[in-house]
């Protein structure tokens, strides 16, 4: 079975600290996909990143940057310089290969930038 | 290029009462699913449906039918709500490899 763990259920931040959010997965698969999506206040799903399991390359996009790291099952999330806009609930999720192609998601961390 | 549509966005429901959520998508997907969200659960997956004609049960289907009679739709339906099922319900469908995952803007739910 899958599972997502996201340990931190809030976190609270003063404008342009950098964050880091935790994810940590469980798959015996060894094709998977691991997702990030922020969900603002608005309440949306806003995609941010889509990474497979061959691929451990950290990315980084502007500010955000993800770390993936299969000798710990993790794919953490880091915002650089904070902003208030970046508040939001952030979801990662995994998505194993073939099947049903659903998303099992964690429980998702409220961030919360303040001014 | 609408993506995922959900029709309601809003809808109270006294207990008892049935109604269907409707989900529409216009990126040809072959797969596309049915999530509630609740406070500090996460997404949690109702039904799916694998292709046209096609449904199997996710995480917690108890209390939802869901009908794929077409390609581009995917009905969720409550025969008799209860409070439990007060949620935020999102749509969502996806290509081969989990490719354009495009989730609906969701439907706010409340059964009084």
């Known amino acids: 079975a899958q599972k997502v763990t996201q340990a931190q259920t809030e976190i609270s931040v003063v404008e342009k600290e950098d964050v880091t959010l935790d994810c940590v997965y469980e798959?015996?698969?060894?094709?998977?996909?691991l997702f990030w999506y922020k969900q603002p206040p608005s309440g949306e799903l806003v995609f941010l990143i889509r990474r497979n399991s061959f691929d451990e390359q950290n990315e980084i996009s502007g500010r955000y940057s993800w770390n993936f790291q299969k000798s710990t099952s993790s794919f953490n999330f880091t915002i650089t310089a904070s902003q208030v806009v970046d508040s939001a609930v952030y979801f990662c999720?995994?998505?194993?290969?073939?099947?049903?192609?659903?998303?099992?998601f964690g429980k998702g961390t409220k961030l919360t930038v303040n001014p | 290029n609408a993506g995922v549509t959900q029709t309601p966005k809003f809808r109270v429901l006294k207990t008892g009462q049935s109604m269907t959520l409707l989900c529409a998508q216009d990126m040809n997907h072959e797969y596309m699913y049915w999530y509630r969200q609740d406070p500090g659960m996460g997404l949690r997956l109702i039904h799916y449906?694998?292709?046209?004609?096609?449904?199997a049960k996710g995480e917690v289907p108890d209390g939802y039918n869901v009908s794929r009679l077409k390609k581009q739709n995917f009905l969720l339906g409550l025969e008799s709500a209860a409070p439990s099922q007060t949620s935020v319900y999102f749509c969502?469908?996806?290509?081969?490899?989990?490719?354009?995952?495009?989730f609906g803007s969701g439907t706010r739910l409340t059964v009084v």
């Open positions: 969502a469908s996806s290509g081969e490899g989990g490719y354009g995952y495009t």
């Open positions: 999720a995994l998505k194993v290969q073939g099947g049903s192609e659903k998303l099992v």
């Open positions: 449906s694998v292709g046209e004609g096609t449904t």
């Open positions: 798959t015996r698969d060894t094709t998977y996909y």
